[in-house]
């Protein structure tokens, strides 16, 4: 298969634009697989994914993994995964837990980020790092995407460059995990948002 | 009647209003927040130190986990 062929079904302007476009995504867990694997179909250029996590068997609930990958860092099983699925997306992956300190250095070259973190304390550290560093370049967090049903309750919040996703007031229950089809939605919106960030001069300059 | 923007709300202004003051006007109990101010982010720090004028927008983002 060659590069021509996987994007035949695309007006090629597109091809191009995607192809040259470089998107961070800071997590690899339940948000960012998802995200990942959406970003890859679609044809970005290249993806720079960190994660330092292992996966567990509680992770297949809604992550991108498959059970002889249990035990295996995310970013190394993620990458392999990707590579299933397209050799036209450049994958740049780091074993390596996000702070204040390494995620302008990672970071430094995307067009976009995407927070894709579990934890409420680690969204607030990259939000906070990526506008204290990077003040014009967008992010797309997550935020409110647990439980089940509630499809009406989940929007897109645009502050300045900050982009939120998510329902933005379900807590995570006690007991009882994310679950594969609301995380895979927020997911989508996420790198659905990247598409329409790139490509928003698309529709305008068609004719 | 003086007033700021918080999210969406109209609330009403007061002398030396500060982040504190506003999260509790408006029954904010979350932790976990990013705020801004006109555009600028105001860490956790500056809650206290951070005066707002009338006519200000806040925006106040709750980070609840999962993922």
């Known amino acids: 298969m060659n590069k021509k062929e996987f994007f035949s079904a695309h007006d ?13 995504i800071a997590g690899a867990g339940g948000l960012g697989s998802n995200i990942a694997v959406s970003l890859t179909r679609a044809g970005i250029g290249k993806l720079i994914i960190s994660d330092f996590d292992k996966i567990e068997p509680s992770n297949l609930n809604r992550q991108q993994f498959f059970i002889d990958q249990i035990g295996t860092p995310k970013v190394i099983a993620l990458l392999e995964n990707l590579k299933k699925i397209s050799r036209f997306t450049e994958y740049q992956v780091h074993e390596i837990k996000l702070n204040e ?3 302008p250095i990672i970071y430094k070259d995307v067009d976009i980020l995407i927070e894709a973190f579990d934890k409420a304390e680690m969204k607030k550290t990259l939000i906070e790092t990526w506008f204290m560093n990077y003040p014009n370049k967008p992010l797309i967090a997550a935020s409110g995407l647990s439980g089940w049903g509630k499809n009406e309750i989940l ?3 645009k502050i300045d460059n900050l982009y939120i996703c998510g329902d933005e007031e379900t807590n995570l229950i006690e007991g009882i995990s994310p679950m594969a089809p609301r995380v895979g939605i ?14 928003n001069n698309y529709e305008n300059n068609k004719s | 009647m003086k007033t700021i ?13 500060n982040i504190i003051v506003i999260l509790k006007r408006m029954n904010y109990t979350f932790r976990m927040l990013v705020i801004k101010v006109d555009g600028k982010l105001v860490k956790k720090n500056e809650y206290a130190s951070t005066i707002v004028q009338p006519g200000a927008d806040v925006k106040v983002i709750h980070l609840i986990s999962g993922g």
């Open chain 2, 5 to 17: 923007r918080v999210n969406e709300n109209s609330l009403k202004w007061e002398e030396n209003m």
């Open chain 1, 12 to 24: 090629p302007k597109i091809v191009s634009k995607l192809q040259n476009s470089i998107i961070g």
């Open chain 1, 155 to 157: 929007h897109t919040r």
């Open chain 1, 101 to 103: 300190e390494n995620i």
């Open chain 1, 186 to 199: 927020v997911a989508n919106m996420q790198a659905n948002l990247v598409l329409e960030l790139l490509l």
